[in-house]
């Protein structure tokens, strides 16, 4: 009767051995094809695989975070938060970790919180540049700029050329309302192919600040020659002329943001500004008396400009 109990015993502790090891080897292998996937972007086959690497294991590092990865990499951030700080809770010490949380919190508009990840992460990693370069971001978003400024600075040494950092630096600057730091960034950014809208729009401003009309001219027509309604660039065209007593030039430019956006009270102002110091009166007087009729403020508002215009006018 005891040989049998022993025999039923050793049975079951095999069976169960037998079990544990083939669980361990699911993991393995689910955990492998996962890796796989996510290395070859196949996002949703590696989602897939990892839940059943949790669904064997449901405290596996590994799946838990990257789960937050290809949450993140498919746009579904509210997912990828819950992961990423499920395997915070984890192991505060993975600085990748803190840093994606850091980039959740940032798109959020968690600034507080967003430094705080940042910071988390550049203090496990002191020399790894995305980090710091993530980190002067933020700082540049809540106006710490000599901070914004130094992490930058260390980021583009250590790893020199990157856009996102020359930009970030030539943002910093910028608003230090440092111009000529601002445009040396700018200008390295688009000797790296780097050729967007928002930085041309940038670096034309900072021209323009700098005096250099020609080259903000150029830059402003740049931009809208790949797009003819941006309204913002249309408008600082418009005031670059301005600025230069060019105001044929600049009715032109008005009335094409007008054309984009007829309700835009700001060129309809200008608008009627630039007649009256080109002499237009009648067309001066048409656009007040209209802005009067609509809001005696904005009527008023084009007064003030016309008066501090005159002045500087008679000041030259």
């Known amino acids: ?37 996510l290395y070859d972007k196949k996002y949703d086959k590696a989602k897939t695989n990892y839940y059943n690497v949790l669904r064997l294991d449901d405290n596996n590092y590994n799946a838990i975070k990257s789960l937050g990865i290809i949450y993140s990499a498919l746009g579904d951030q509210k997912s990828a938060k819950e992961y990423f700080e499920r395997a915070y809770k984890m192991n505060p010490t993975d600085h990748d970790v803190c840093n994606n949380l850091g980039v959740i919190y940032s798109e959020e508009g968690n ?17 790894k540049a995305v980090y710091l370069s993530n980190l002067g971001q933020e700082f540049i978003k809540t106006h710490q700029l000599s901070k914004a400024i130094e992490l930058l600075t260390k980021s583009n040494k250590l790893e020199p050329s990157q856009p996102i950092t020359l930009f970030n630096l030539g943002n910093a600057y910028a608003a230090s309302k440092n111009n000529a730091e601002a445009e040396k960034y700018y200008e390295e950014c ?22 250099k009309y020609d080259e903000a001219e150029s830059l402003f027509i740049k931009i809208i020659e790949q797009n003819k309604n941006d309204l913002k660039t249309n408008m600082a065209l418009g005031i670059l ?27 309809n102002i200008s608008l009627g500004v630039s007649y009256s110091l080109a002499g237009e009166i009648e067309k001066c007087d048409a656009i007040l008396k209209d802005l009067f009729n609509a809001d005696s403020a904005l009527g008023f508002r084009m007064l003030d400009i016309l008066k501090f215009e005159y002045t500087k006018k008679s000041k030259k």
Request: net charge positive; aromatic share 10%.
């Open 111 to 127: 600034r507080k919180k967003a430094i705080s990840f940042y910071e988390q992460a550049v203090s496990l990693q002191p020399n």
């Open 241 to 267: 002329y301005s600025i230069q007593d060019k105001y044929q030039d600049a009715i032109g430019q008005y009335k094409k943001v007008l054309e984009i956006d007829p309700s835009f009270v700001n060129a």
């Open 1 to 37: 009767m005891i040989k049998n109990i022993s025999i039923i015993l050793l049975l079951l502790l095999t069976a169960n051995s037998v079990s544990t090891a083939q669980s361990y080897d699911s993991v393995q292998v689910y955990t492998q094809i996962a890796g796989k996937s």
């Open 190 to 211: 688009i000797s790296l192919g780097q050729k967007n809208q928002e930085l041309y729009y940038f670096l034309a401003t900072i021209k323009r600040n700098l005096k």
